[in-house]
Nanobody
């Protein structure tokens, strides 16, 4: 059973940066890919960024492209999301997710079989 634990959330001002992280634990952790999703109050969950666990492929939503960077530390089973130039609309609970089966689709939440509890990111103006 894979467990995902997010950390690093908090409150920042508009234009500031924040880095959130995710620790993956389990007897033997492996994945096809990991990603970040977010959900703001009253809104649907949305894909933010994804990364192939073995490989270099990454994917980003249009809303964060150029501002956010997803990265991994495979030897430490860690996933990170560096968020720069934060905007009020980035305010949400951010979830770390992992999937065990291969897929070309990073955006579909149903493709992921492990989810963290989430970490709150608040951007105040």
């Amino acid at each position: 059973q894979v467990q995902l634990v997010e950390s690093g959330g908090g409150t920042v001002q508009v234009g500031e940066s924040l880095r959130i992280s995710c620790a993956a634990t389990g007897r033997t952790f492996s994945a096809d890919a990991m990603a970040w999703f977010r959900q703001a109050p009253g809104k649907e969950r949305e894909f933010v960024a994804g990364i192939r666990w073995f490989g270099t492929e990454t994917a980003y939503s249009d809303s964060v492209q150029g501002r956010f960077t997803i990265s991994k530390e495979r030897t430490q089973n860690m996933l990170h999301l560096q968020m720069n130039a934060l905007k009020p609309e980035d305010t949400a609970v951010y979830y770390c997710v992992a999937r065990s089966r291969y897929s070309d689709n990073y955006h579909a939440g149903d493709n992921y079989d492990s989810w963290g509890q989430g970490t709150q990111v608040t951007v105040s103006s």
